[in-house]
C-alpha cells in the first residue's frame, strides 16, 4: 500500500468521485517542501488536517489541533497548479515526475469539482 494525502471535502456526498491516488506526492512530500519553500507558499502538511492522528498517536491533548482546517477549492486550485507547473518545468528535480504530475491533476480534477458546488477542502494521509 504507502502512504498517500488525499483530498476530502465538507460535503459528504458531493455527487462525484473524489478518489485520487496521492502516493506520488506522499513519496515527494520533502520535494514539495523545495518547491513550496522557493515558491514562500503554504507547505502540504499546512493544508492538512492531522487531527484525527492526534487521538491514534496519543499525542498531549494541549498539543493537538484545535480546528479542522478548511480551504476554498480556488486556494486549492492555485496551490495545486503551481506546484505543478514547478515540477513540469524542472521534471529532473523530482524522483517520479510523471507520477507526481498525475496525482496533482488528479487534486485539480477534484477541486474543480468542489468549486462547482461549493464545497471547502483539506488534505488527509492514509497510512
Not at 485520487?20 to 515558491?39: F, H, P, W
Amino acid at each position: 500500500m504507502g502512504v498517500a494525502y488525499y483530498i476530502v471535502l465538507d460535503n459528504e456526498a458531493p455527487g462525484f468521485d473524489t478518489m485520487v491516488n496521492g502516493k506520488a506526492v506522499a513519496r515527494a512530500r520533502e520535494e514539495i517542501y523545495s518547491v513550496t519553500d522557493a515558491l514562500k507558499i503554504k507547505g502540504i502538511d499546512d493544508l492538512t488536517d492531522f487531527g484525527a492522528w492526534d487521538e491514534e498517536f496519543d499525542v498531549a491533548e494541549n498539543d493537538r489541533a484545535v480546528e479542522t482546517p478548511w480551504f476554498a477549492p480556488k486556494f486549492g486550485l492555485e496551490w495545486v497548479t503551481v506546484v505543478r507547473q514547478a515540477v513540469e518545468a524542472k521534471p529532473s528535480s523530482h524522483s517520479e515526475p510523471e507520477r507526481l504530475i498525475e496525482d496533482l491533476k488528479e487534486y485539480e480534477e477534484v477541486l474543480r469539482n468542489a468549486e462547482k458546488i461549493g464545497a471547502r477542502w483539506h488534505f488527509e494521509m492514509d497510512l
